[in-house]
């Protein structure tokens, strides 16, 4: 079957392209990155019907992050559903200073599996593919990310959106234990100090 006009064949099974569009919206300015794109086919009776499948991840790098999946005939209507459908599936996640993670955490998303650790300032995003996107447009400046299982960026980005949900603040440990934050972080210091004697 002759393919839609206004389509460009894809080369190869699905392609992988990042692209940053900062825009005015009700909630401030958004930032959207298009992950990963797809050409999917469905078999009718007549031939192949070709369509494209969009993973976006939207942030207003202060800390809130989305991400959303959408299909369609032409990219760019997949690619407006996929924006759609992260904004109203946007998570809240504590950061340290606004610039990195509280503590080390590892999430999971089917054979995907990703380890997110805290790091110092100046070291900047390591981070590859889609842990990457999701890391700009949350607002993380600093952070050391490892993929250790599935290279799908589908599993990838829910297996760090799994870690990313496990994130606690001191404030909220603090208030789930009955403590003031302050005896929280002294008892660490003490925990830490005795760690470092033996």
């Excluded at 996640?93 to 999971?108: F, I, K, N």
């Excluded at 403590?179 to 100090?193: I, T």
């Amino acid at each position: 079957m002759a393919q839609a006009a206004g389509q460009a064949p894809a080369r190869g099974r699905g392609r992988t392209r990042e692209r940053e569009r900062p825009r005015d919206d009700r909630d401030g300015a958004m930032v959207d990155k298009l992950v990963h794109i797809n050409r999917v086919a469905k078999v009718v009776k007549g031939g192949r019907r070709f369509a494209f499948a969009a993973l976006v991840v939207v942030g207003d790098q202060k800390g809130r992050v989305g991400f959303g999946h959408g299909k369609a005939r032409e990219v760019p209507e997949a690619i407006r559903k996929a924006t759609e459908a992260a904004k109203r599936a946007m998570v809240r996640v504590a950061l340290r200073e606004g610039r990195t993670l509280h503590h080390d955490v590892e999430g999971h998303h089917g054979a995907g599996r990703v380890i997110l650790r805290s790091a110092p300032p100046g070291t900047g995003i390591i981070a590859g593919g889609p842990m990457r996107a999701v890391f700009e447009t949350l607002g993380i400046a600093d952070v050391v990310a490892k993929s250790m299982g599935s290279s799908n960026p589908y599993n990838m980005v829910r297996a760090t959106f799994d870690a990313l949900k496990h994130q606690d603040a001191p404030r909220s440990v603090a208030a789930r234990r009955g403590l003031k934050v302050s005896a929280l972080q002294s008892r660490r210091r003490d925990v830490d100090s005795a760690a470092e004697t033996e």
